[in-house]
């Protein structure tokens, strides 16, 4: 059974980082790509980039180019995402997923989302 | 940038009734990149449908995809209490654009 587990809820003030992390059962060599989603209270769901384990590559949506960054350790197979900067809009709840092979175009299994609460 | 639009917003039917949920994009999509998700409240989305057609593992054959080039559809055969949920039609492949979805209720 695969598992994404992700951080627990935080609350930040504006200004500061977050940063969400995503352990992959079964490790995160074996996949081709971490993806992270984050989706406002109330709202749709947003691609913020993604991690490919082979080359450590990096992918950020262009809006968020510049103050976020993705990490991962594969000792532990989690996954990090780090956003700089944060305004009350980065309130939500953000998901990470996974794409298993290159071949398959699509996020089969999510995370159970972690809640960052931007808050003064 | 491809920009996804669904159709209708909200779309208020009864179980036993058949769902047919609109994604229209601005710009071509290949088949093979045209994925839907189902989202029930407080949960993360999950894998319906992906490559405009295919089902994903455990997903019960009441639910198919159809379309090509800029219009795809999702339908609900024969609505299950559980079906009713938000549905999101997603392009993959970079910016990854998510339509807003399509809330689907009772």
């Known amino acids: 059974q695969v598992h994404l587990v992700q951080s627990g809820p935080e609350v930040k003030k504006p200004g500061s980082s977050m940063k969400v992390s995503c352990e992959v059962s079964?490790?995160?060599?074996?996949?081709?790509?971490i993806n992270w989603v984050r989706q406002a209270p109330g709202r749709g769901l947003e691609w913020m980039g993604r991690f490919i384990p082979n080359g450590e590559i990096v992918n950020s949506g262009q809006k968020f180019r510049g103050r976020v960054s993705i990490t991962a350790d594969t000792f532990s197979n989690t996954v990090y995402m780090e956003l700089r900067r944060l305004t009350f809009d980065d309130t939500a709840m953000y998901y990470c997923a996974r794409v298993l092979s290159p071949k398959n175009f699509y996020f089969d299994y999510w995370g159970q989302g972690a809640l960052i609460t931007v808050s003064s | 940038e491809v920009v996804l639009t669904q159709s209708p917003g909200t779309l208020s039917l009864s179980p036993g009734a058949k769902a047919t949920l609109s994604c229209r994009a601005s710009q071509k999509v290949l088949s093979v990149y045209l994925v839907w998700y189902q989202q029930k409240p407080g949960q993360a989305p999950r894998l319906l449908i992906h490559?405009?057609?295919n089902r994903a593992a455990g997903i019960p054959d009441r639910f198919s995809g159809s379309g090509s080039g800029t219009d795809f559809t999702l339908t609900i055969a024969s609505l299950e209490p559980e079906d009713f949920a938000v549905y999101y039609c997603h392009q993959y492949g970079s910016p990854f654009p998510f339509g807003q979805g399509t809330r689907l209720e009772i």
């Open positions: 490559g405009t057609s």
């Open positions: 079964g490790g995160i060599s074996n996949i081709y790509a």
